[in-house]
């Protein structure tokens, strides 16, 4: 299984998921900024991986004492804000270091920040068993993804993707249909190149032939990621989730969402609340570097929020949440 990050040797080394899939580089992260910086730019991303790496980032600042940590934790919760998994994971760190003498802040954090991985990829496990036990017995499925929601953004199998690789263990998948997901194509570089290193049957479709191939019969179920779920259920995936969702309701084709609990918002009634990241124009303007528009104004939201009545049910570490029965208890 292709993994991330790995932490040796008082360093975190991220995979640049931005080179992906022509080269794999790793970056050194020694500091908190190094690995805030990383987040910010998208070397490392997904919900859950973006909350494993900003844990080891606070394990980085707690070497130089705890004043250092707070400054260090604040920076690493403002680099992205839609995915709470980020701020959970940087508090989970700060709440086990309160009662932590000066000397013991750094070994306590690095052992929290494991804990966290070791746990999203317990929930991984967890939530591939849980949604493929939804798609019936005696049928191979096809099923459509947006963005990626695989290794490379969680640590473990995946949540939509640790789903389709169970379905196709047990013989229940006949196709994974991959959106490209612009603008940064995160479907094409990254949920490709996984599928292919796991030889899972996949096609690679534009955002936009989602819907034809709806129409044509081809897709069975959409099952996405999250990285942010409200109490009523409401989530908020990669920009074109939501158009998703739509076209799915109006196929009569199930929408499902797999998250773990790390990516529940306690504190927000309803998706209206999320943040949602805006990026840099530029990525709109360029595809793979080369200008494809010229200066015009550009709106680039990075993230979409799908309404509770739009989706089947969501899939959890814990249970299948179902949006008419109220959310999560
Ligand atoms: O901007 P990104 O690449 O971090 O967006 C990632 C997504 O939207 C994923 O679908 C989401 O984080 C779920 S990952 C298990």
Redesign the pocket.
């Known amino acids: 299984m292709i993994s991330p990050f790995f932490f040796e040797k008082n360093t975190l080394s991220i995979l640049d ?1 931005r080179m992906l899939p022509e080269k794999e580089v790793w970056i050194p992260c020694t500091e908190a900024d190094d690995v805030a910086q990383a987040i910010r730019t ?1 070397a490392v ?6 909350g494993i790496a900003a844990a080891y980032g606070c394990a980085l600042a707690a070497r130089s004492g705890r004043n250092s940590l707070e400054k260090a934790a604040q920076i690493l919760i403002e680099a ?1 804000p ?2 709470v ?1 980020l701020s959970w994971a940087v508090r989970r760190v700060l709440d086990a270091l309160t009662c932590v003498p000066e000397s013991g802040l750094y070994d306590t954090a690095l052992k929290e920040a494991g804990e966290i991985w070791e746990e999203e990829k317990r929930a991984n496990e967890a939530m591939a068993q849980i949604g493929a036990a939804l798609f019936p017995e005696g049928k191979a499925s096809s099923v459509l993804t ?5 290794s490379l ?2 640590g473990g199998i ?4 640790g789903v389709v690789r169970k379905l196709y263990e047990q013989g229940k998948l006949s196709r994974v249909y991959m959106d490209e997901t612009r603008p ?1 194509l ?1 479907g094409a570089r ?1 949920t490709a190149y996984e599928m292919c290193r796991l030889c899972i049957p996949a096609t690679l479709i534009t955002d936009s032939m989602a819907g034809w191939l709806m129409k044509q019969g081809r897709i069975d179920a959409v099952i ?4 942010r779920i409200a109490r009523n259920l409401d989530a ?3 920009i074109g ?1 939501y158009s998703l969702a739509v076209l799915a309701r109006s196929h009569g084709i199930p929408f499902y969402v ?2 773990p609990l790390s ?1 529940f918002d306690p504190h927000i009634a309803t998706g209206a609340e999320i943040p949602i ?1 805006e990026r840099h124009q530029e990525e709109v303007l360029s595809f793979q570097g080369c200008r494809c528009a010229p200066e015009v104004e550009v709106f680039n939201p ?2 979409d929020v799908t309404g509770h009545e739009l989706i089947t049910a969501v899939i959890t570490e814990r249970e299948v949440l179902y949006p008419d029965g109220g959310g999560l208890a």
Request: net charge positive; proline share 2%.
């Open positions: 998921q998208l991303r997904g919900a859950p991986a973006i992205r839609t995915a998994n947006h963005c990626n929601a695989g953004a969680t995946g949540t939509a993707l940064l995160q990254i996405v990621g999250a990285d908020a995936n990669k989730t797999a998250a990516t990241e990075a993230f």
